[in-house]
């Protein structure tokens, strides 16, 4: 079951990279005093994360931390190595805190995990945006299917209160 507006989120452990490279953090760590944008792709380097979802995020975070946000990360099934570069190469470095859910751990203990085996790619995260206020979750737009990214776009999310 697909955690709710009013839950707060699971104790996990994501790969984040300090300045002395992959470090893990948890999400009481991350998320406990703070109030985050949290959004999620299936994939770094893929075609609608990286052209439409990312690049909308990068556009707008001025304008989401304005409204109160002390950050906004980005998590996928991925590697820190792999989010890194990609972070790098959309212009989302300094901007977006990257989240590396390796084994897929956070996807499926919140339910929004998607098996995209058949497309050669495992199980994955589905893509959703999100509102993180100390923990629970205030806000939650989740697509039906992964080349979607109307619902959990940045544009989206600014027009959510929270």
């Known amino acids: 079951m697909a955690i709710s507006i ?30 985050i944008a949290l959004f999620a792709v299936p994939g770094a380097y893929t075609p609608t994360c990286s052209k439409q979802h990312m690049p909308g ?3 707008n975070s001025a304008e989401l931390k304005g409204k109160g ?19 790098k190469d959309t212009g989302a470095e300094g901007k977006i805190t990257m989240l590396a859910d390796g084994s897929a751990d956070f996807a499926k203990k919140i339910g929004l ?32 299917a992964p080349p979607q990214h109307d619902k959990s776009s940045a544009v989206t999310l600014l027009s959510c209160k929270f």
């Open 57 to 59: 995020f990068v556009a």
């Open 69 to 87: 946000l002390d950050a906004i990360a980005c998590t996928a099934v991925n590697d820190i190595f792999v989010l890194t570069n990609w972070a």
């Open 6 to 35: 009013g839950e707060k989120l699971p104790e996990a452990t994501f790969t984040i990279m300090g300045e002395e490279g992959p470090k893990p953090v948890t999400t009481a760590e991350f998320f406990g005093n703070r109030k």
């Open 113 to 144: 995990e998607i098996d995209l085996m058949a497309r050669g790619l495992g199980i994955r995260s589905k893509r959703y945006s999100m509102i993180v206020d100390k923990g629970v979750v205030t806000v939650l737009n989740v697509e039906e």
